[in-house]
């Protein structure tokens, strides 16, 4: 089974696509893509499809999607293989789970190649770092599961892999700056800044790029838009970090221009990775 998530779905049994085109079987076949070898019970699978408006022939009409997965399932598998499509979307105490372990996971390639680009990171390897992680992020061909309708379950998970996404971003930030590409990065960081408003990390970054690159006066002009931004939205200030970081810049820390430091793994400022 080949699975694709980081972009449109795809789910390939034996070559073959078993995807369906109806929107509320694709629903229950990423969640139990997502969830691989776990039981999805039913009561998560109605809330994921009709969230709180379940109508009293949920039982039934689920039935009934998941038989349409199984006739998907059955009509790719070779008949040698000695299997039965139950055996792939299996019946369990309470729900259903998909019992095949996925041989080719774009999800699982982007976690293996993240976790192998921090430790790089983390050995003061930025070289390999970068080119890890901006492997793992090629990975991604959009939005994940664009194509398919979310509900309340799906959009949660959903969230857990933006939200990696954006730290390995960080990441390969990091290890870009300390290979000294800080001009290179101005571009994308503002785009960044910009998308993401509130995040202290690309802020910082922003701000590194900026003060190597010899502009102080960006660099402390991106601090106040954070600030603002921050007590506009949210009414509090900046974490103590970033304010150490633009303290520092003020006092012309030394330690800043060392291209084998970044905005978050300084010292005078590690954000979390």
Same mark, same amino acid.
């Given at each position: 089974?080949?699975?694709?998530?980081?972009?449109?779905?795809?789910?390939?049994?034996?070559?073959?696509?078993?995807?369906?085109?109806?929107?509320?079987?694709?629903?229950?076949?990423?969640?139990?893509?997502?969830?691989?070898?776990?039981?999805?019970?039913?009561?998560?699978? =109605?809330?994921? !499809?009709?969230?709180?408006?379940?109508?009293?022939?949920?039982?039934?009409?689920?039935?009934?999607?998941?038989?349409?997965?199984?006739?998907?399932?059955? @009509?790719?598998?070779?008949?040698?293989? #000695?299997?039965?499509?139950?055996?792939?979307?299996?019946?369990?105490?309470?729900?259903?789970?998909?019992?095949?372990?996925?041989? /080719? %996971? *774009?999800?699982?390639?982007?976690?293996?190649?993240?976790?192998? #680009?921090?430790?790089?990171?983390?050995?003061? *390897?930025?070289?390999?770092? %970068? @080119?890890?992680?901006?492997?793992?992020?090629?990975?991604?061909?959009?939005? $994940?599961?664009?194509?398919?309708?979310?509900?309340?379950?799906? /959009?949660? *998970?959903?969230?857990?892999?933006?939200?990696?996404? !954006?730290?390995?971003?960080?990441?390969? !930030?990091?290890?870009?700056?300390?290979? #000294?590409?800080?001009?290179?990065?101005? $571009?994308?960081?503002?785009?960044?800044?910009?998308?993401?408003? =509130?995040?202290?990390?690309?802020? @910082?970054?922003? =701000?590194?790029?900026?003060?190597?690159?010899?502009?102080?006066?960006?660099?402390?002009?991106?601090?106040?838009?954070?600030?603002?931004?921050?007590? *506009?939205?949210?009414?509090?200030?900046?974490?103590?970090?970033?304010?150490?970081?633009?303290?520092?810049?003020?006092?012309?820390?030394?330690?800043?221009?060392?291209? %084998?430091?970044?905005?978050?793994?300084?010292?005078? @400022?590690?954000?979390?990775?």
């Amino acid at each position: 089974m080949d699975v694709r998530i980081l972009g449109p779905f795809t789910v390939r049994l034996d070559g073959k696509s078993i995807v369906p085109s109806a929107a509320k079987p694709r629903q229950i076949l990423a969640l139990l893509v997502l969830r691989a070898e776990q039981v999805v019970t039913v009561p998560t699978l =109605m809330e994921e !499809i009709w969230g709180d408006q379940i109508p009293r022939s949920a039982a039934t009409t689920l039935q009934t999607y998941i038989l349409h997965l199984r006739r998907q399932v059955r @009509a790719a598998l070779r008949a040698e293989e #000695g299997i039965d499509a139950k055996d792939v979307i299996a019946t369990s105490l309470g729900g259903y789970r998909l019992a095949v372990r996925p041989c /080719s %996971s *774009d999800v699982r390639e982007f976690q293996t190649l993240s976790t192998r #680009g921090l430790k790089a990171l983390e050995a003061n *390897d930025p070289h390999t770092a %970068s @080119a890890l992680l901006r492997k793992a992020l090629d990975l991604w061909r959009g939005q $994940a599961l664009v194509d398919v309708p979310t509900g309340r379950v799906l /959009s949660v *998970d959903l969230l857990g892999l933006e939200e990696q996404r !954006i730290r390995v971003l960080e990441q390969r !930030i990091e290890a870009d700056l300390m290979l #000294g590409r800080h001009a290179a990065l101005l $571009a994308e960081l503002r785009m960044l800044v910009a998308k993401y408003p =509130m995040n202290e990390n690309l802020t @910082a970054q922003l =701000m590194t790029a900026f003060y190597r690159s010899g502009a102080l006066w960006r660099a402390l002009n991106a601090f106040q838009t954070l600030r603002k931004t921050l007590i *506009d939205e949210l009414g509090v200030e900046p974490s103590s970090r970033i304010q150490r970081l633009h303290q520092a810049m003020l006092s012309g820390e030394p330690t800043l221009s060392d291209n %084998s430091l970044s905005g978050s793994w300084h010292t005078l @400022a590690p954000f979390p990775s």
